[in-house]
């Protein structure tokens, strides 16, 4: 059973900085090109940031460039998103994937996210 599960998340003012984690269980993380994504309330699931299975190629989102920095420790089998420069825009549910699913349209493996909240 593939389980993938977020952290990190939290409450922080405009111009904070947090760092989310994303671990998986039954899926061998370091293998695929992975992405996290992001759901704000009343709005679609959009993509944040992808990176490669090596970590050596990273694409991001126009809204979070030059602020937010997707990295990868395969070893762990962890992926990390490092938002800095928060924004009340970036309040949403994050979570992490694999690429070849959200290409596939394959959404069964969905975890329950990370809520962040950016307020003053």
């Known amino acids: 059973q593939v389980q993938f599960v977020e952290s990190g998340g939290g409450s922080v003012q405009p111009g904070g900085s947090l760092r989310l984690s994303c671990t998986a269980s039954?899926?061998?993380?370091?293998?695929?090109?992975m992405t996290w994504h992001r759901q704000a309330p009343g709005k679609e699931r959009e993509l944040v940031a992808r990176?490669?299975?090596?970590?050596?190629?990273?694409v991001y989102a126009d809204s979070v460039k030059g602020r937010f920095t997707i990295s990868r420790d395969n070893a762990k089998n962890t992926l990390y998103l490092q938002m800095n420069s928060l924004k009340p825009d970036d309040t949403a549910v994050y979570y992490c994937?694999?690429?070849?699913?959200?290409?596939?349209?394959?959404?069964?493996?969905w975890g329950k996210g990370t809520l962040v909240t950016v307020s003053s």
């Open positions: 039954g899926f061998t993380l370091s293998t695929y090109a």
């Open positions: 994937y694999a690429h070849r699913w959200v290409v596939a349209g394959n959404g069964n493996y």
């Open positions: 990176i490669s299975s090596s970590g050596g190629g990273t």
